[in-house]
């Protein structure tokens, strides 16, 4: 559905993306992880066609994507609602701005409001609305047209967990009828909702993990022996090798090659071990993020 292919964008002489490239199928909800500054928001500006990029192509159905901006809903980090606006007269000016007819504004600004959990706060003033509500406002503005695509940039970071919790909800309603891309630094939050994290730093993407895919790490296995007297630090293993007793009866091995559990086993057979428990470590979405954004 959407193709990044080899975006590059300087801003003077220091460049903020570098030949970013990935895809974004039909459905999918895609998080864009990062450290601050990482370049996460200039490739959404990009993206919705904010901000120019001197290098690349980025497509919608293999086309422009900028010839379907009618299609992307957008909630940028900071949306300019007016304090004196009530929630009704906020989404018929930002839908008059983007175009949308009245008649259209009519029909769909109540099912919207539904749609986002403000149902009967039509006549509420901004000023008048918790954290959690002004993003769920933001995010009405965004989905008001309907759009195949939508963009939400940090729309979760400067909330208090309850405000968190209730737009992780909405997220989740809506990832169920249009393809999301989420850009957050809150790891376990797209835990939650996302099925791929792309991961940039200094404007290049350094990983690109599906979620849910049990990813270990086949560099390091655990294994666990009943204790007896004839096996206690005896144990040898062979190169490429290298053990490490966790505590009693409970070690992690170790290897600069990927571990193939069969071959150890073989390894451990030859020091007549009762082995109860062998397994491939399994990292979270924060162990690979850090070990990513800490090597590059």
């Given amino acids: 559905m959407i193709n990044i292919d080899n975006v590059n964008k ?12 990935f895809d974004i199928a039909e459905g999918e909800c895609i998080g864009l992880l ?9 490739l959404i500006k990009c993206m919705t066609g904010i901000i120019n990029y001197e290098e690349g192509k980025i497509t ?12 992307i809903g957008y909630l940028s980090q900071n949306t300019d609602f007016k304090q004196w606006m009530t929630c009704e007269e906020s989404l018929r000016f930002f839908g008059s701005l983007s175009g949308l007819s009245k008649a259209y504004l009519n029909e769909h600004i109540n099912d919207v409001l539904r749609d986002v959990g403000l149902q009967n706060k039509n006549k509420y003033k901004v000023e008048e609305l918790s954290g959690g509500m002004k993003q769920r406002l933001g995010i009405a503005q965004a989905i008001l047209h309907r759009p195949k695509f939508l963009i939400l940039d940090e729309p979760v970071s400067a909330l208090d967990p309850v405000g968190r919790n209730e737009i ?7 990832k169920a009828y249009t393809t999301v891309l989420i850009s957050t630094h809150i790891l376990d939050d797209a835990n939650e909702f996302c099925d791929r994290f792309i991961i940039i730093k200094n404007g290049k993407i350094i990983g690109n993990i599906t979620n849910h895919d049990e990813t270990v790490n086949k560099k390091q296995v655990y294994f ?7 096996t206690t630090a005896k144990i040898k293993l062979t190169e490429p090798y290298t053990l490490q007793e966790i505590q009693a009866g409970e070690f992690s091995v170790t290897s600069n090659e990927p571990i193939i559990l069969s071959s150890l086993i073989a390894e451990l057979d030859k020091n007549n071990l009762d082995v109860n428990f062998i397994a491939y470590e399994k990292r979270n979405l924060e162990k690979i993020f850090l070990e990513l954004v800490s090597e590059v």
């Fill in 10 to 21: 300087s801003f003077g002489s220091r460049q903020i993306l570098k030949n970013i490239t």
């Fill in 34 to 42: 990062g450290p601050n500054g990482a370049g996460k928001t200039t």
């Fill in 60 to 71: 919608f159905n293999e086309k422009n994507i900028l010839n379907f901006k009618n299609d």
């Fill in 168 to 174: 992780k909800n909405l997220i989740k309603k809506l």
């Fill in 224 to 230: 666990q022996i009943n204790l007896n007297e004839s």
